[in-house]
């Protein structure tokens, strides 16, 4: 096991890296681990080493003043709960993996040396967080820090022996990156390769904010190469095992696309889909029900949508204490555009693939009954980056079209 990468102790904490163990391949797997000591006498709060709470990674590259990429928590501008803190005893050590995958997939081979800063990060209700005095040994980055570990990344063999070298791996992650028209041309003039570059950055679809972007942008591409998007993408789960989730969904959604059967376990809630867009008559027990927000900070919309073409909205701004309710009626090429938009996109199928959100992210529910029964039911939780950059937007855009429609403010109220 590598040593770990200390930094100076500073208001009785320090912290530091350990790198992982040899070289690291860029889009592999790269997890360093964090470590805090309370070296003081008093415990104290620490932000980002809590599993189950959100939090956001911010890596910036290397500067003039600073010749290393600093890594660090990106989320010093939100009020956080308690439970977003661990409470660190005198002695004690605590311990986090920060994984950087996505940062040196982008940022490619080479010898980087890299340091985590402790920013300070406010805590909400009576919770005091430990933000010790800043440390004058640097004026222009004071946050307490590790020390300087040096990181080792190497090429990625596959692209490499498949044609594609450093300048057509950075033209056509720019071209993902702006969305330029002639990307599935330029990915099928490599042939295969072409199909393996795009494959591979659908791993980005981990990553939160601007970055995910890039893989959602990939996974679109593979539906348009046919099959040999789908060949790419099936055997990476065992090469970057990091990223296995992202590579799982994507061959489940490829094999949607080009009109494979589904899987067993979903066929009862497909086929009864397939009835109920088939035969108006047979969506008595349809329920959807749509909750975009609920939360104190962004206040709630939700909408529900019953066979019968019965859709009912509530919405509460932030703030308001009680929630304001409307009725309507949706047509029948309405009702029809609806459940013909859960089958294209493909809702049995989606499933939240990053661990965490961003501080303060939404996440969207959608829950549909067709008819009676577990089977012929679905609940769907996204993070609302998810929804809104992947192949669930068609459809998160219709239903909060429905909802919005039906809002007090753009619907006079009933005479």
């Known amino acids: 096991m590598a040593e770990v990468v200390w930094g100076d102790e500073i208001g009785g904490v320090r912290f530091g890296l350990r790198p992982p163990p040899g070289e690291v391949e860029a889009g592999g797997t790269i997890v360093v681990e964090l470590l805090a000591q309370n070296r003081s006498k008093e415990p104290v709060q620490l932000f980002g080493f809590q599993s189950g709470y959100p939090r956001s ?48 997939d982008r940022r490619g081979a080479g010898r980087w040396e890299v340091a985590f800063a402790y920013d300070a990060v406010r805590a909400s209700g009576r919770l005091t967080a430990w933000s010790p005095e800043p440390s004058d040994d640097d004026a222009q ?75 959602w942008r990939a996974l679109d591409a593979l539906a348009l190469l046919g099959d040999d998007g789908f060949d790419a993408v099936s055997g990476l789960g065992d090469q970057l095992p990091h990223a296995r989730p992202a590579f799982d969904f994507a061959r489940e959604w490829l ?48 909408l529900q949508v019953f066979g019968n073409g019965e859709r009912v909205v509530s919405g509460r701004l932030p703030g308001a204490p ?35 959100g961003m501080p303060d992210e939404p996440r969207p529910t959608l829950e549909v009954q067709l008819a009676l029964g577990e089977p012929f039911s679905r609940w769907v939780a996204l993070w609302n980056g998810e929804w809104r950059l992947g192949p669930a937007q068609p459809l998160a855009e219709l239903l909060d079209r429905l909802s919005r429609d039906a809002s007090p403010d753009s619907m006079p109220p009933p005479a």
């Open 322 to 356: 009680v929630a304001s309710t409307r009725r309507s009626f949706l047509n029948a090429m309405q009702m029809q555009a609806l459940v013909e938009a859960l089958r294209y996109g493909a809702v049995w199928l989606l499933r939240p693939l990053r661990e965490r």
């Open 255 to 302: 094999a949607h696309r080009r009109g494979d059967p589904p899987r067993l376990e979903h066929l009862p809630f497909v086929s009864m889909l397939e009835r109920v867009i088939e035969q108006p008559d047979q969506r008595g027990n349809l329920l959807l029900t749509w909750t975009a927000v609920d939360s104190e900070i962004h206040g709630t919309r939700r």
């Open 57 to 104: 990674l911010r890596v910036s590259p290397p500067k003039a003043h600073r010749p290393w990429i600093r890594v660090s928590f990106g989320d010093g501008n939100v009020l956080h709960p308690p439970e977003a803190f661990t409470r660190l005893l005198p002695g004690a050590t605590v311990s986090t993996g920060l994984d950087l995958s996505w940062a040196f």
């Open 141 to 215: 980055d004071p946050a307490p820090r590790t020390g300087t570990m040096e990181l080792l990344v190497t090429t990625a063999p596959a692209l490499r022996e498949a044609g594609i070298d450093e300048a057509a791996e950075a033209e056509l992650d720019a071209a993902l990156l702006s969305g330029a028209p002639g990307l599935v041309d330029r990915l099928r003039s490599y042939g295969p390769a072409g199909a393996l570059f795009a494959a591979r950055r659908v791993a980005r679809v981990l990553s939160s904010g601007a970055e995910s972007t890039v893989g």
